[in-house]
T-cell receptor, first 117, second 115 residues
Framework: GAVVSQHPSWVICKSGTSVKIECRSL??????MFWYRQFPKQSLMLMAT?????????EQGVEKDKFLINHASLTLSTLTVTSAHPEDSSFYTC?????????????FGPGTRLLVL | AQKITQTQPGMFVQEKEAVTLDCTYD???????LFWYKQPSSGEMIFLIY??????QNATEGRYSLNFQKARKSANLVISASQLGDSAMYFC????????????FGQGTELSVKP
């Protein structure tokens, strides 16, 4: 199997607070995880690549000081949205890479809906 | 530059019929993989099927098959015997061996299955 969990599934917070989202690979180890953001009716936008034991690689235009990523173990990556503002409201989803038969496939978590008031 | 294009924002299909969702891609890299994901209203991206650039045969997974035409750079998804539960967004994605596993996604196609 290839199951990825994400917690919380939804969160509502006040502007200025920080929110942490966890992404776990439950039945496999993932040296690489990815974080995406998706606005309504749009495609997934890659925010960063999370590598176990090293710093995350951020895509152009993504503020690394605002979106803190930590990949502390082979089964857990966290995304912290610091000092969240209403424009950060979005659907955040993570994926974990699993290699099988020479093929690397990304398996996604169920996503986290963030609403910043 | 790498690019994935899905030209059908929305598609309708009658239950039990087959439907083809289009996907074209652009890359100069000879080694790449093409993926299709399904995203129901709950939001979770569900992996459906994979096609490698060097695969000689079209990929199949149950009711899903991939019509891979390398020369045309197209990787259309065919869903046979559509079911009501197939109603969802479908995304085509491409990954390249030299990109560390990163995927780029198309704009998506919203499929609605009619009873």
């Amino acid at each position: 199997g290839a199951v990825v969990s994400q917690h919380p599934s939804w969160v509502i917070c006040k502007s200025g607070t920080s929110v942490k989202i966890e992404c776990r690979s439950l039945d496999f180890q993932a040296t690489t995880m990815f974080w995406y953001r998706q606005f309504p009716k749009q495609s997934l936008m890659l925010m960063a690549t999370s590598n176990e034991g090293s710093k995350a690689t951020y895509e152009q235009g993504v503020e690394k000081d605002k979106f803190l990523i930590n990949h502390a173990s082979l089964t857990l990556s966290t995304l912290t949205v610091t000092s969240a503002h209403p424009e950060d409201s979005s659907f955040y989803t993570c994926s974990a890479s699993k290699t099988s038969g020479g093929r690397e496939t990304q398996y996604f978590g169920p996503g986290t809906r963030l609403l910043v008031l | 530059a790498q690019k994935i294009t899905q030209t059908q924002p929305g598609m309708f299909v009658q239950e039990k019929e087959a439907v083809t969702l289009d996907c074209t891609y652009d890359t100069s890299d000879p080694s790449y993989g093409l993926f299709w994901y399904k995203q129901p209203s709950s939001g979770e991206m569900i992996f459906l099927i994979y096609q490698g650039s060097y695969d000689q045969q079209n990929a199949t997974e149950g009711r899903y098959s991939l019509n891979f035409q390398k020369a045309r750079k197209s990787a259309n998804l065919v869903i046979s015997a559509s079911q009501l539960g197939d109603s969802a967004m479908y995304f085509c994605a491409m990954g390249q061996d030299n990109q560390g596993g990163k995927l780029i996604f198309g704009q998506g196609t919203e499929l609605s299955v009619k009873p």
